[in-house]
């Protein structure tokens, strides 16, 4: 068994079997380790269950509102099956877990199971259920241990009826009355599952606006999207208590709006999502000579390394968005400079996105940031009911915005809502990575009738307000 490796990563998740991969690449002796599943919170109990539960209720909801429409008309009215939904989940989540198994057994990662934490700066003891422990020596060591749900100090989770991310994945019936604190991406995606099963649901947000680090339009109008569906927004609010009634198998939530007047909320569920903090328990750091900021973060350098050089950190216990494919590219990132080689990541152009229908996503400066800096830009954007292809699929509600230095003309920032923005925004990165310009996206041939015509459209827009089609 081996006992010495010139990498260890502590963390399962897409930056650590990512950052694993790479470096077996790159020939290094390489040693994962995971407490619980391979893959982490993204692919177990966040990024991949998430979106098939995503799938699955929006699949629902077209047949209840939209087959007839299309000329489908079925004998009688569908109906949810929960459990089904729930088992697809799970089984999607497992043929994903067992891919990566099969990338580790590939590229000969050992991946060694329990709860990895500090013997030294060069030793990680692994801790294994039955309370066996094993240590591994590293010339290297990256710390990819990830995040879990944040809370309000005065909210008693329970599991049950006051519940996180993670229970709401796994829940046994539609609530009738789902609340919902926080109205960013996971109480939104979260959110809007429910609502389209039949769910009446309320985001209570501290914000003026859902979604507040995106840029200000697309909140506008994944507002009016989501409205539609049923979900009821209350911004500006700032939640007082949550309680579980005693014998009752409901949650009272109250809250104060902006003037300070208290509203009070009652559901059968309440989805605690008020974004995620770095998980960092039981790495016993102090051994290794490292230590955590006020908001739970291990201090990084440019090149991921901590106060000891040989230790990395990457993903959600590093600053920047917790996204998973940040993490992942950071994970590369590191691997790439132990082997000797000149990676960068440049942090302004890691897409951000919303799967809720429509789906929300950016990369670059928004609109906000650019008028806080000062910084003299253009705008165009194209509404997506203008386009054939939405029309002919039914997905109308949206737009795209670009975004453009007033002198250059170089594409600052790109942010869409439509349907299949997530795969839409991929274009907008690669033209910024090569510092292009709206001209230049707004004269390559786009295939019609396709979404992206959108981007286009917008790029046109703002290149002397040329929209074709509006």
Not at 381 to 393: K, T, V
Request: charged letters at 25%.
């Amino acid at each position: 068994m081996n006992t010495s490796f010139d990498l260890v990563i502590i963390g399962s998740g897409p930056g650590g079997y990512v950052c694993a991969i790479r470096a077996a690449q790159l020939g290094l002796k390489t040693a994962l380790v995971e407490k619980a599943k391979l893959g982490g919170t993204c692919l177990n109990v966040g990024c991949i269950p998430s979106k098939a539960l995503l799938d699955s209720s929006e699949h629902f909801y077209t047949a209840t509102k939209h087959f007839s429409e299309h000329g489908i008309d079925l004998a009688s009215a569908p109906v949810v099956n929960l459990k089904q939904m729930i088992s697809r989940k799970q089984k999607v989540v497992d043929q994903t877990v067992d891919g990566v198994k099969f990338l580790m057994d590939k590229n000969k990662v050992e991946v060694v199971y329990g709860l990895g934490s500090f013997e030294s700066a060069n030793v990680v003891k692994v801790t294994a259920e039955d309370g066996s422990t094993r240590m591994l020596e590293a010339k290297n060591i990256v710390i990819a241990t990830g995040s879990e749900p944040g809370n309000l100090p005065f909210i008693k989770l329970d599991g049950e009826r006051v519940i996180t991310s993670t229970e709401a994945l796994e829940l046994k019936e539609v609530p009738k009355n789902l609340i919902v604190i926080g109205g960013g991406v996971i109480g939104l995606e979260l959110g809007s599952v429910y609502a389209r099963l039949g769910s009446e649901v309320q985001v209570i947000e501290f914000a003026d606006r859902i979604i507040p680090g995106m840029d200000g339009s697309m909140s506008k109008e994944l507002t009016k999207s989501l409205k539609k569906i049923g979900v009821q927004f209350y911004t500006s609010h700032q939640v007082q208590s949550v309680e579980r009634k005693a014998k009752a198998k409901t949650v009272q939530v109250k809250a104060k709006d902006s003037k300070g007047q208290e509203l009070s909320f009652e559901g059968d569920y309440c989805l605690v999502s008020v974004g995620r903090k770095p998980f960092t328990s039981g790495l016993a750091l102090e051994k290794a000579g490292l230590k955590t900021d006020d908001k739970g973060r291990i201090a990084v350098n440019e090149h991921l390394q901590t106060e000891q050089a040989h230790i990395y950190a990457i993903g959600d216990v590093v600053r920047g968005a917790m996204l998973a494919h940040k993490a992942e590219e950071e994970g590369i990132l590191v691997a790439e400079y132990m082997a000797g080689q000149k990676p960068h990541i440049d942090y302004n152009l890691i897409p951000n996105v919303v799967y809720t229908w429509p789906e929300v996503a950016g990369v670059g400066q928004t609109e906000e940031q650019l008028k806080a800096s000062g910084r003299a830009y253009k705008a165009g954007s194209f509404p997506i009911r203008a386009l054939g292809r939405a029309r002919a699929s039914m997905d109308i509600d949206g737009l795209v915005k670009v975004l453009a230095d007033a002198q250059t003309d170089e594409v600052l920032g790109v942010h869409i809502i439509s349907a299949r923005a997530a795969d839409m925004i991929a274009e907008a990165v690669v033209a910024m990575e090569f510092r292009a310009s709206a001209e230049d996206i707004s004269r390559i041939s786009h295939a019609h009738p396709t979404y992206m015509e959108a981007v286009k459209e917008a790029a046109l827009d703002a290149t002397g307000k040329r929209a074709l089609h509006m």
